[in-house]
């Protein structure tokens, strides 16, 4: 029993951690998380005090419990049973592939990161690259929506700055959960969106065991009044224009509603424009093909080397305009109760045209919509007139336009310059040509306002 033994110092080593790895989980690991648990609340009582839509609890739960209470959810259970029938697999087999699941799309919100890094990070880019305006800024219409309803935004999607955009626009009022696309899921990025309240969804999937797990994180996410970001059109608009909704997401929040429940679901139309795109030329390429839209390292360290070039050269201006524009909230109550039906695609066609109506009329999608209209070409003196009425004809009907308050002059003089030195137009004396090869980009700017009411459109042709 007191015997030497020897081992060779591998073995030992090995001892040596593993002993070390199990006194840490029972004995020092607890204490830790518990630290770290503490601190979190504190931030989180202190960031409430000043939030117009506190953090709820339920983006607060040990990840763990959540993917718990999603995995032992009777429909899931079913779910599960039938997915084990189906592949002829056992049903702790099927188990572990639901459990796989739930952990791919459960994220694991930290207040910290979101506030502390995400929201700081954000307002910085936003306002590196763009004149960053909220249209309608005046109303405080987050804090005008009833603090029991779950709130969840409905946004057009035009870039991936899109996130950005929205995340630094709304921090002083809440935090929000957004659903991402598989483009994401790479690392850095994963953990990165895990830690700030997004979860991943796979938009192509037919899985039913999957669809049923994501169906039910929406649906206890948004029991529990979680605020969320959502982008019905499932992926970045490669035409500009608003494309036809799907109906993933909102069909399992509507197939979770209770409409004579406590908690009410209100969704709040968010329109984006941009006078410049980051990613239009790679969009509009994508446009002449059947593939998703992939997102690329080796393009983000090309761009990333370009724009530091500019930036320490002092080549580089800013984007234009990057505008948010807020519509008016629509419950889901009330649309049951009015409409008589819950039937997703006509809520999803009522949400998207709340959205288009909402979406900002900015300079550069104005010049391209009348030059594109032109055939390419104007005289400089009929686009500042088509410009100039347009302009006031929507400000008449209340449609969502942004413009400096010295008048239509100077951002249209600033647009025109802005599409001057990218090379997408030349001015010739009173003319004004759209250079070869760049008539599609004009396109896909002018179809970001596609959406006026034809009633604006026939008023500046009638003046």
């Given at each position: 029993m007191f015997n030497t033994v020897e081992l060779p110092i591998w073995a030992l080593v090995l001892i040596c951690l593993l002993a070390a790895v199990t006194a840490a989980s029972h004995l020092l690991f607890p204490s830790v998380r518990w630290f770290f648990r503490r601190r979190a609340e504190r931030v989180v009582a202190r960031l409430n005090t000043r939030l117009t839509r506190p953090i709820q609890p339920f983006k607060l739960a040990q990840r763990h419990d959540m993917i718990q209470s999603i995995l032992y959810d009777p429909d899931v259970i079913r779910a599960v049973n039938?997915?084990?029938?189906?592949?002829?697999?056992p049903d702790n087999v099927a188990f572990e592939t639901a459990e796989r699941y739930a952990r791919e799309i459960v994220p694991a919100f930290s207040a910290s990161v979101y506030y502390g890094i995400g929201t700081r990070l954000a307002r910085w880019l936003a306002?590196?690259?763009?004149?960053?305006?909220?249209?309608?800024?005046?109303?405080?219409?987050?804090?005008?929506?009833?603090?029991?309803?779950?709130?969840?935004?409905?946004?057009?999607?035009?870039?991936?700055?899109?996130?950005?955009?929205?995340?630094?626009?709304?921090?002083g009022d809440t935090s929000l959960s957004y659903a991402v696309g598989e483009w994401a899921s790479r690392w850095p990025l994963r953990p990165i969106i895990k830690a700030m309240g997004g979860y991943f969804i796979r938009r192509k999937s037919l899985n039913p065991l999957y669809r049923k797990v994501l169906a039910r994180y929406v649906q206890l996410a948004t029991k529990e009044g979680v605020t969320q970001a959502v982008f019905p059109e499932g992926g970045l608009s490669r035409t500009g224009a608003l494309q036809k909704p799907k109906l993933g997401i909102l069909s399992y929040i509507i197939d979770g509603f209770d409409s004579d429940g406590p908690r009410d679901v209100v969704f709040l139309p968010v329109g984006l424009n941009y006078d410049r795109v980051l990613e239009d030329r790679t969009l509009i390429a994508a446009a002449d093909t059947s593939k998703r839209f992939r997102f690329r390292w080796i393009t983000v360290f090309r761009y990333m080397r370009r724009h530091l070039w500019q930036r320490v050269t002092g080549q580089f201006h800013r984007l234009g305009f990057a505008a948010v524009s807020f519509g008016e909230p629509v419950s889901l109550k009330a649309f049951v109760s009015e409409k008589g039906t819950s039937d997703p695609e006509q809520l999803a066609d009522y949400l998207m045209h709340e959205v288009g109506c909402a979406v900002p009329i900015l300079p550069v999608p104005l010049i391209a919509r009348h030059l594109v209209a032109q055939g390419g070409e104007a005289s400089l003196q009929a686009l500042?007139?088509?410009?100039?009425?347009?302009?006031?004809?929507?400000?008449?009907?209340?449609?969502?336009?942004?413009?400096?308050?010295?008048?239509?002059?100077?951002?249209?003089?600033?647009?025109?310059?802005?599409?001057?030195?990218?090379?997408?137009?030349k001015m010739d004396k009173d003319k004004v040509h759209v250079t070869d090869g760049f008539l599609p980009l004009m396109e896909y700017y002018a179809a970001s306002i596609s959406h006026v009411p034809a009633r604006i459109i026939d008023k500046v042709s009638a003046t």
């Open positions: 039938e997915y084990a029938d189906e592949k002829g697999v306002r590196a690259f763009y004149r960053v305006r909220v249209v309608n800024q005046d109303r405080n219409i987050i804090g005008e929506i009833d603090p029991d309803a779950t709130v969840v935004a409905i946004m057009n999607h035009r870039s991936n700055m899109d996130y950005v955009l929205v995340t630094y626009l709304v921090a500042r007139a088509d410009f100039t009425h347009e302009v006031q004809s929507a400000e008449h009907d209340a449609s969502e336009v942004h413009l400096p308050v010295d008048g239509p002059a100077k951002p249209m003089h600033d647009a025109l310059r802005m599409l001057e030195v990218r090379g997408v137009i």
